[in-house]
């Protein structure tokens, strides 16, 4: 069982940045493809950002591409979001997901609740 722990979220106004991470347990961490999803209030669930085992990423929601910036650390179980330039439609919790793609099972955080508002 693995499990995911999502960190620094929080109220941040128009225009600035946050960085959210991601702690993973157990020993297999470098060979999950890691994603960042997140939920706005009255919406599904979307993705936001992906990155794979040997650390090619993309961006793949609307608006985002050129502001976040998802990276991983394999040595330290942990990924990471780098939000910039954030706006109002930004506000949602964001999750941490992970793909067992040999077990074919993936897992979930608790989710991180960012709020951007002046």
């Known amino acids: 069982q693995v499990q995911l722990v999502e960190s620094g979220g929080g109220l941040v106004q128009p225009g600035g940045s946050l960085r959210l991470s991601c702690q993973a347990s157990?020993?297999?961490?470098?060979?999950?493809?890691m994603s960042w999803y997140r939920q706005a209030p009255g919406k599904e669930r979307e993705l936001v950002a992906a990155?794979?085992?040997?650390?090619?990423?993309?961006n793949d929601a609307d608006g985002v591409k050129g502001r976040f910036t998802i990276s991983r650390d394999n040595a330290k179980n942990m990924v990471y979001l780098q939000m910039n330039s954030l706006k109002p439609e930004d506000t949602a919790v964001y999750f941490c997901?992970?793909?067992?793609?040999?077990?074919?099972?993936?897992?979930w955080g608790q989710g991180t609740r960012v709020t951007v508002s002046s």
């Open positions: 997901h992970a793909w067992d793609s040999d077990a074919n099972v993936d897992y």
């Open positions: 990155i794979t085992t040997s650390g090619g990423s993309t």
């Open positions: 157990g020993p297999r961490f470098s060979t999950y493809g």
